[in-house]
């Protein structure tokens, strides 16, 4: 994505392997956390998302897992596919002031085929 | 396609310039944002406009002056830029402030010399 330049962490796969990225986040009132997913030359694109009163969501091919206790979101992908890469940003959305959103420096997948 | 678009896709400017970048969504969404994507920071979103008027500014620097014409639209006025402002520029709406789902235009990557 446009966020070439950023020493981002990097995750490598095979494809068709089920790929995981982690992401820590700090602010506990927080109301919800989200997944967007940047590819090269594109804004970043909603993946989805999970509200702080649960632990688990499921979506096409993705999970989402929350552990408020050690402040920790996961995104899963089973059967990683090569449009699957790009830079993946997890965020925040406070619940005292919905207008925000906060967003992580960002993990880049690469799947290699 | 995600029904967000930005103009110009490129911009350089001099550092005495006057420029604007363009928003344009059609998708009925009544709230835009301006957001910062530099190499060295995450993320960063600069302004909240909801139906058209302003809610966030999350202490941008003067020169960077936003304006919200209708509901459909969103600028970016800039003036006396730096070359630490050189940064990919996403613009971004959602039907709420509230939604986690913000669509994103493709950015404005703006080079100041």
């Known amino acids: 994505g446009e966020s070439v330049g950023l020493h981002l962490p990097t995750l490598s796969v095979q494809e068709g392997d089920n790929s995981i990225i982690n992401c820590a986040y700090s602010?506990?009132?927080?109301?919800?956390f989200i997944w967007y997913k940047q590819e090269s030359g594109k804004g970043p694109q909603f993946i989805i998302d999970?509200?702080?009163?649960?632990d688990k969501r499921q979506g096409q091919r993705v999970t989402v897992l929350l552990n408020k206790t050690v402040k920790h979101l996961s995104l899963q992908i089973a059967a990683t596919q090569p449009g699957d890469s790009a830079v993946y940003f997890c965020?925040?959305?406070?619940?005292?002031?919905?207008?925000?959103?906060?967003f992580g420096s960002g993990t880049k997948l690469n799947v290699k085929p | 396609e995600t029904g967000v678009t930005q103009t110009p896709r490129h911009l350089v400017m001099g550092m005495t310039n006057k420029k604007s970048l363009k928003c344009e969504q059609h998708l009925g969404h009544n709230a835009m944002y301006w957001y910062k994507q530099s190499a060295k920071k995450p993320l960063e979103l600069m302004f909240v406009?909801?139906?058209?008027?302003?809610?966030e500014n999350n202490s941008v620097p003067s020169r960077f002056s936003p304006e919200c014409p209708n509901s459909s639209h969103l600028f970016l006025h800039l003036h006396t830029l730096q070359p630490e402002d050189s940064a990919l520029y996403l613009c971004?709406?959602?039907?709420?402030?509230?939604?986690?789902?913000?669509?994103f235009g493709q950015g404005t990557r703006l080079t100041v010399v």
């Open positions: 965020a925040e959305k406070p619940r005292y002031n919905f207008n925000k959103f906060y």
């Open positions: 406009y909801n139906f058209k008027e302003q809610t």
């Open positions: 999970i509200r702080s009163n649960m």
């Open positions: 971004a709406s959602s039907q709420a402030t509230a939604n986690t789902e913000a669509f």
């Open positions: 602010n506990s009132a927080s109301d919800y």
